[in-house]
């Protein structure tokens, strides 16, 4: 059977992979502190005796877009956003470290401080916990200070300091739980530089246009390569009636 068919079929499964990254990244637009993920394929030369124009598509390993997204302005004081190139550290479901750029936190029935999707925040020596208080305060550098119950106004008290960090993208990979993790699952160091903006958190940066964009180019990409494969289909079943005809 012709090659041609094949080519084509590693074509349209590559449209697929992407039309699928582009409609996740579509889907979390309106996502706080999503980043949109990216999609890559190129060419691998057919080996053997076909044509130097023939290529198979292959999938590259994907990727994250780090750039950060808008703040958005709540007002809550629990609500912090990861300023710059910054992460704050929260304990993922299986028990390891995933970094996140905003955290919209509450307080649970014990006393642990957890993000919007209900992970501990991580602190100085494991996740946070606070006691009963009145008030929680967020300073710009992630500590965490209470106002215990009974006590005045002008006593607050520092519980724990959040941890942030600032590894280099390139050693950072999203998981299949949606956080951010180290290539080699080693927790990063905490950044002593890194801050955080109380009252604010990180809009998603996915553009709904480009994304859009970008499917409706692989949909008629995918449209051309179903299109090859029907017409190697039609020339080998030609082939094939030539054949019996001999």
């Known amino acids: 059977m012709d090659k041609m068919l094949y080519v084509a079929m590693t074509g349209a499964n590559q449209n697929s992979l992407a039309m699928k990254a582009h409609a996740n990244n579509l889907a979390n637009v309106s996502t706080n502190g999503f980043q949109r993920d990216l999609e890559q394929a190129r060419s691998m030369p057919v080996f053997g005796d076909v044509y130097a124009s023939r290529a198979y598509a292959m999938t590259e390993n994907p990727g994250t877009d780090f750039t950060p997204g808008a703040m958005v302005a709540t007002g809550r004081d629990l609500d912090v956003a990861a300023d710059g190139d910054s992460y704050i550290a929260v304990q993922a479901p299986d028990g390891s470290e995933g970094y996140v750029r905003m ?16 992970l501990p925040v ?36 520092q519980v ?20 951010l993790h180290t290539k080699d699952g080693q927790p990063a160091a905490a950044d002593a530089t890194s801050s955080v903006t109380s009252g604010f958190l990180q809009a998603s940066n996915v553009n709904a246009v480009e994304e859009m964009t970008s499917v409706l180019a692989l949909s008629k990409q995918f449209e051309l390569h179903i299109k090859m494969m029907t017409t190697a289909k039609e020339d080998d079943e030609s082939m094939a009636r030539v054949l019996q005809n001999t």
Do not use: C, H, W, Y
């Open 103 to 118: 955290a919209s936190m509450n307080v649970d029935a014990l006393g642990v401080l957890r993000d919007g999707n209900g």
């Open 122 to 157: 991580m602190g100085n020596g494991g996740p946070i916990a606070v006691p009963p208080e009145q008030q929680i305060e967020v300073g710009s550098d992630g500590t965490i200070s209470v106002r215990s119950m009974g006590q005045g106004p002008e006593v607050l008290a």
């Open 160 to 179: 724990d300091r959040i941890k942030l960090v600032k590894p280099d993208p390139r050693t950072l990979v999203k998981g299949t739980d949606g956080l």
